[in-house]
């Protein structure tokens, strides 16, 4: 069996150490906001992309627009606990919208992180239709 290769991108060390042992055995690479996402992108291939909405420098959603502009196929999993604004709903929705395959809030446990990583995957391996 292939192991699945996720990038997770958030800027909360301790979240992302959490989130990495829930979703063991995936292979999991961390990056701190999208400009080390869409690096890490560059030099590797990834099965998903799980990417928190509100992070310093590129946030998530500048990520996902310039991410779909590159690579339509990519699942995208959208995380976000609001932050300040408190307004995480209209931050997922506007993520999904923009072309996150599935939104997630914060916190989450490991069974709904675990629902919606294999919901995510399903759309990359479905068949075409048509």
Not at 2 to 30: G, N, Q, W, Y
Not at 32 to 41: D, I, K, L, R, T
Not at 93 to 115: H, I, N, V, Y
């Amino acid at each position: 069996m292939t192991t699945i290769r996720i990038l997770l991108v958030d800027d909360d060390s301790f979240f992302t150490k959490l989130t990495a042992a829930m979703l063991s055995p995936a292979e999991v690479h961390i990056a701190s906001n999208g400009a080390e996402c869409q690096a890490m992108m560059r030099e590797h291939t990834f099965d998903l992309l799980i990417t928190d909405l509100l992070m310093p420098e590129k946030d998530g959603i500048e990520t996902i627009i310039e991410l779909r502009r590159e690579n339509t196929t990519l699942p995208i999993l959208a995380i976000s606990g609001g932050g300040r604004l408190g307004a995480r709903s209209d931050l997922l929705r506007m993520a999904q919208d923009l072309g996150a395959t599935a939104t997630l809030r914060k916190p989450f446990s490991r069974e709904q992180l675990l629902a919606a990583v294999e919901q995510c995957l399903a759309t990359r391996t479905a068949p075409p239709t048509g």
